[in-house]
T-cell receptor, first 110, second 116 residues
């Protein structure tokens, strides 16, 4: 059974600081997703990582994938309050279904 | 980009009644759609895979007689929560993959169900 684990589950940080969220998964995967969820809302797609060594950046967020280590990271640079949300990674097996991590609730304090 | 739309966004119903939630792919054909459930402060859990023209595939522990899924066309899947109880109160999210084009997965806006 595929397991997807995120670390940390809760993160409180000050504006301007950097931090990394980790996503470990237990089996080989075709692709890995990162999503953002605001309270009461559905998921917003951030990144799709398709191959080993893939790195994608959008604004203050950068995601990477190491398929050999079965690890993806979401790095936050110079955090701002607007980044406060819950972030999920999700692993895609054979293009059929997603298994989600537990989510990381990020709070960025002024 | 492709859009997946859910309706209603929120619904409040009495215990014992049934509620139907619709999931539509607006500009692509979705032979497969996925239904997730999310309880407060928790992650998304896959409930079932909805297949156009055939029976849905349910995840272990999900009652198929309680959560009826119908995927009658290439753009519409419905989830009916039958004889709803307060413990069914949750956020239900559907997703669909645009297999023909990019293979990208799109999520609906979600439907919040509250059972009194």
């Amino acid at each position: 059974e595929l397991k997807v684990e995120q670390n940390p589950l809760f993160l409180s940080m000050q504006e301007g600081k950097n931090y990394t969220i980790y996503c470990n998964y237990s089996t080989t995967s075709d692709r890995l997703y990162w999503y953002r969820q605001d309270p009461g809302k559905s998921l917003e797609s951030l990144f799709v990582l398709l191959s080993n060594g893939a790195v994608k950046q959008e604004g203050r967020l950068m995601a990477s994938l190491d398929t050999k280590a079965r690890l993806s990271t979401l790095h936050i640079t110079a955090a701002v309050h607007d980044l406060s949300a819950t972030y999920f990674c999700a692993v895609d097996i054979s293009g059929s279904r997603l298994t989600f991590g537990e989510g990381t609730q990020l709070t960025v304090n002024p | 980009g492709a859009v997946v739309s859910q309706h209603p966004s929120w619904v409040i119903c009495k215990s014992g009644t049934s509620v139907k939630i619709e999931c539509r792919s607006l500009d692509f054909q979705a032979t497969t759609m996925f239904w997730y459930r999310q309880f407060p402060k928790q992650s998304l859990m896959l409930m079932a895979t909805s297949n156009e023209g055939s029976k849905a595939t349910y995840e272990q522990g999900v009652e198929k007689d309680k959560f009826l899924i119908n995927h009658a066309s290439l753009t519409l899947s419905t989830l009916t929560v039958t004889s709803a109880h307060p413990e069914d109160s949750s956020f239900y999210i559907c997703s669909a993959r645009d297999y023909k084009n990019t293979g990208e997965l799109f999520f609906g806006e979600g439907s919040r169900l509250t059972v009194l």
